[in-house]
């Protein structure tokens, strides 16, 4: 497995990977609506437009993208691995590989948005929960768990 910056041309399996998620496991706190919005808003064509703001990185094995994750100045995104791949420690290596990355830019802290089927994993990592977080509003279709992590 190597690690590695996102380019445009992964966006198509990385969306793939990301539905695969969305439709497989059982993320928590998401309507199936919710599942949808998520869906519509990792495919490829705005995963390319998401990398013009974050720092993505990803997970290949033999030249196949297992994996992708990124983080900005004050967040982690999109942290997916394909479902074969889970338990393999494929997202323990982006994940640090996002902190070392985030923590060389000088950031002193860093949130995410976790699923509730993520939340254990982020806390393992020394991430803690501060807020829920559910919207649409009018619709409450997700559901998500803002986390931070200070650097020492």
Not at 99 to 116: F, M, N, P, V
């Amino acid at each position: 497995m190597k690690i590695r910056r996102f380019i445009k041309a992964d966006a198509v399996d990385a969306s793939r990977l990301i539905k695969e998620c969305f439709l497989k496991l059982d993320v928590g706190g998401h309507t199936k609506r919710g599942i949808e919005l998520q869906i519509e808003s990792y495919s490829p064509e705005n995963l390319i437009k998401k990398s013009e703001g974050i720092k993505y990185f990803v997970a290949t094995n033999n030249s196949k993208v297992i994996g992708i994750c990124g983080h900005d100045q004050q967040k982690v995104h999109t942290l997916f691995i394909d479902i074969s791949y889970h338990k393999h420690g494929v997202g323990k290596q982006l994940l640090e590989t996002i902190l070392r990355d985030a923590r060389a830019e000088g950031l002193k802290s860093i949130t995410t948005w976790s699923t509730i089927y993520a939340e254990n994993f982020y806390h393992s990592f020394g991430f803690y929960k501060i807020d829920e977080i559910i919207f649409p509003a009018d619709t409450k279709d997700i559901m998500l768990i803002e986390m931070i992590k200070h650097f020492d």
